[in-house]
């Protein structure tokens, strides 16, 4: 019955775990590489969702902030995934004259990350524009 095998029994044996143990060193290195990378890593999606997750908890102060302002009331603070993860600050303006104490007051309440403002006009005119974190 040995006609067919060109090497003894054992010798496979040995090939086949040492095989496995590098297989299962390299897995645990890529798992590890992949997880370092998701925690801290370069790739844009992950700064992205620290964005979004700092967004999210700044939210609600800021939305208090705009309740506080009569001017302001009508607006909704609340998180954009755009330009990386933002905050989105969006409703009905009253008038354009109040845009820059709009952003004053939002640049107060020291947000983590940029701010996007999505904002109209009574008369249906569109104000907006993105202000990077400085």
Not at 49 to 75: C, F, M, V, W
Not at 87 to 109: R, Y
Request: charged content about 20%; glycine content about 10%; some cysteine.
């Amino acid at each position: 019955m040995t006609l067919f095998r060109s090497h003894p029994v054992g010798a496979t044996k040995k090939r086949s775990a040492r095989f496995d143990a590098i297989l299962s060193i390299l897995l645990l290195l890529g798992l590890a590489v992949l997880f370092y990378t998701m925690r801290y890593g370069p790739l844009p999606f992950t700064q992205q969702i620290r964005n979004l997750k700092a967004a999210e908890l700044h939210a609600p102060a800021l939305q208090s902030r705009l309740n506080q302002d009569t001017r302001y009331a009508g607006l909704k603070a609340g998180i954009w995934p755009g330009e990386g993860g933002c905050l989105s600050v969006h409703g009905v303006l009253n008038s354009e004259a109040e845009l820059p104490e709009l952003k004053k007051l939002v640049m107060a309440s020291k947000p983590p990350v940029g701010v996007i403002y999505d904002l109209e006009l009574p008369t249906g005119e569109h104000l907006g524009g993105w202000q990077p974190l400085k």
